[in-house]
């Protein structure tokens, strides 16, 4: 029997891949990495479960099906054995300390997706937190060390990756954008007396938010801009870690 490959399967949420790609950048270039067999085979693995999730996301919702639990499955296992790989040849069993916070975020996901729906802060903060547990796990398995400071980037990164969802309600809603400088305001206070150079993105968006004015409902156009505040936040990393 033929079976369709149903494109859905595979995650269509740009802006998660953008965060995904940050937060694997930012956890890499803390640890200094050297590019190569390992690197490779960490972030194929990384690829591979990110890829399950909207799998198992629909087999939670409507039941196990052959295309999508099927689907998931086969991404988690081979994202799973390429963990495996990595941990055996490189001595770095100890990363598998990341699969509990890993998971309990999903699960914690899966909870407020069910009670307060897909688009609540919840939802999304707990999706966001998943991928800033990737800077610190990340810098931990190519460094073999846990870090202080990649967790606090990792910290700052959840923060800065958070922010943007008011943002995108403003711009629904039709209102201005107040509510996300103030958000920014703060953790620039928050952030600014431990990494300087960390603080410069969240106040540089805090300003740039201050506007009454309702915003143009265009999200591609917000997603764009995202994009650019993201690198801002990359080159401030690649700065403190040079």
Not at 29 to 52: C, D, N, R
Not at 106 to 112: C, I, K, M, S
Not at 157 to 178: C, E, H, Q, S
Request: hydrophobic letters at 55%; aromatic letters at 12%; charged letters at 15%.
């Amino acid at each position: 029997m033929d079976i369709e490959f149903d494109s859905s399967l595979i995650p269509r949420e740009h802006g998660a891949w953008a965060l995904l790609a940050a937060s694997f950048i930012a956890g890499a270039t803390v640890s200094e990495v050297h590019w190569g067999p390992g690197a490779g085979l960490y972030l194929l693995g990384v690829l591979s479960l990110f890829i399950s999730r909207p799998g198992i996301e629909r087999t939670l919702k409507r039941g196990p099906s052959l295309a999508a639990t099927g689907f998931a499955g086969l991404c988690a296992l081979i994202g799973s054995a390429l963990f495996a790989a990595f941990a055996v040849s490189f001595n770095r069993l100890d990363i598998l300390f990341w699969v509990f916070p890993l998971l309990l975020t999903a699960v914690l996901r899966e909870g407020f997706v069910r009670k307060f729906g897909p688009r609540s802060l919840s939802a999304h903060g707990a999706s966001v937190a998943a991928m800033a547990l990737l800077v610190p796990a990340t810098a931990h398995a190519f460094s073999g060390v846990l870090d202080p400071a990649a967790i606090g980037l990792g910290l700052a990164a959840g923060a800065y990756f958070f922010g943007p969802v008011f943002i995108v309600r403003a711009v629904l809603k039709g209102t201005g954008t107040k509510q996300a400088s103030k958000y920014y305001a703060v953790c620039t206070v928050l952030i600014a007396p431990f990494a300087s150079l960390i603080a410069i993105p969240f106040a540089a968006r805090a300003v740039e938010a201050w506007d009454d004015k309702p915003r143009p409902r265009d999200l591609q156009a917000v997603g764009w801009s995202e994009v650019g505040w993201t690198i801002l936040f990359l080159v401030c990393v690649f700065l403190i870690s040079g």
